[in-house]
Structure formats: structure tokens, C-alpha cells
């Protein structure tokens, strides 16, 4: 493999429109309730009551996080499959061959992040492929394109690391398990070191990654 195609996306400029979401379902024609891309909303703090009886925010932040199949440069989903079904292209674009796929769920239960999900439409597990159609006609992934304020980046993940940094995960990701995700971020400036505590803000359809 010769290069390693992943996404940027800078959690200070999204304003969680999620228009990469609508765009992504469009595209790729995905019925009610299935999604290849969520976008979580994170936010936190608290209020400070000094002794005069009024109140004042404490490290308050909120923050969008949009992510989809982070196509990692060792997918534990495509070890777990075991009809190989999912590949992994030499520009590290990872792939399920839906004629190939069984259905029997082991992506799924394999990925910490929750990206490949099991299609009731279709019967086999599905997720993003980076519009890798688009992607070899020289085109940008629709989710990219589609961002009004441009927050979504795609590219070479080197040189998305020396435009933007090494920060692989925000909260409420979780931290890289081993699998090497292809992604890099901008955290939020209320929360420029991912310290603060907070919590998911969507309603749970919303970050559910299809229906079940």
C-alpha cells in the first residue's frame, strides 16, 4: 500500500448542520433509520454560584463531532470477517463486497467504533466506503463537498496530519484501540485538551448507526 486516504474534521468550525449526513444518505440511497456517518453532539459544564446568589457558566463547551469508518490502517473488521468480504484497496480504502458478505454481524461486533452496522434493508452489514466511486473520477466524497463551512477534509493521511496534527479522537470517541484509525481533528477551543467532562446531547436515534 502506497498511500492512506483518511478524514479531517475540525470540531471548532462545525456548527453540526449535518448536511454530510443528509448528502451521505442521498448518495448512497440509504433508507429510514440506516446511516453511514453520524455527527454527535458533546457538550458540558457547569454553573458557579458565588456568594452574592447569582450563577455564572463553569467550563462550559459544546461541540459537533462528525465521523464515519475511519478506514484504519489495520481494520479489525476486515480480520473478523470470515468470508473475506471486506477488503482493503492499495490507497487504504476499506470495503465490504455486498455479494460477498453473509450477514453474520462479526464486523460489527469487532469495530470499537461502531461504523460497519447490519442493514435490514439488505441483510449484510454495510458502511462508508469513502465514495471510493467519486474518489477514482477525481471527485471529492459527497460529505466533503456538501459541508457548507468546509469542516470535512479527505486526503493522504500524511498530509492531513502535517496541515492539521496527530489528534486521532475526541470525546465521545473512543481512544484508538489498536487499529490505527485514518482521521485527524481540530478539538474544540473551550476544550482544547478533550479534559473536560460531558456527555452525548442527541436523541439516540440520531448516533445510531442503522436500525436493528
Sequence with gaps: MTTQYGFYHNN??????KMCIVSCKDKNDLPLGEKFRRVYDFG???W??????TFSPKDFFLYSVSVACMHCAAPICMASCPVEAITKRDDGIVSIDQNTCIGCGACVTACPLGA??????????????????????????????SCPLRCLEYGELAE?????????????????????????????????????PGKVLNAPEEVESATV
Excluded at 116 to 145: F, Q
Design 12 to 17: 471548532d468550525e462545525c456548527i453540526g448542520c
Design 44 to 46: 458540558g459544564g457547569t
Design 48 to 53: 458557579a454560584s458565588p456568594t452574592d446568589g
Design 116 to 145: 460497519p452496522y447490519m442493514s435490514t434493508a439488505t441483510g449484510t452489514a454495510r458502511k462508508c466506503d469513502l465514495c471510493k466511486d467519486l474518489i477514482d473520477k477525481g471527485e471529492d466524497p459527497v460529505c466533503v463537498a
Design 160 to 196: 492531513l496530519q502535517r496541515a492539521h496534527g496527530t489528534v486521532d479522537s475526541v470525546a465521545p470517541l473512543p481512544k484508538d484501540a489498536g487499529t490505527g484509525p485514518s482521521i485527524v481533528f481540530t478539538r474544540h477551543r473551550f476544550n482544547p485538551d478533550g479534559t473536560l
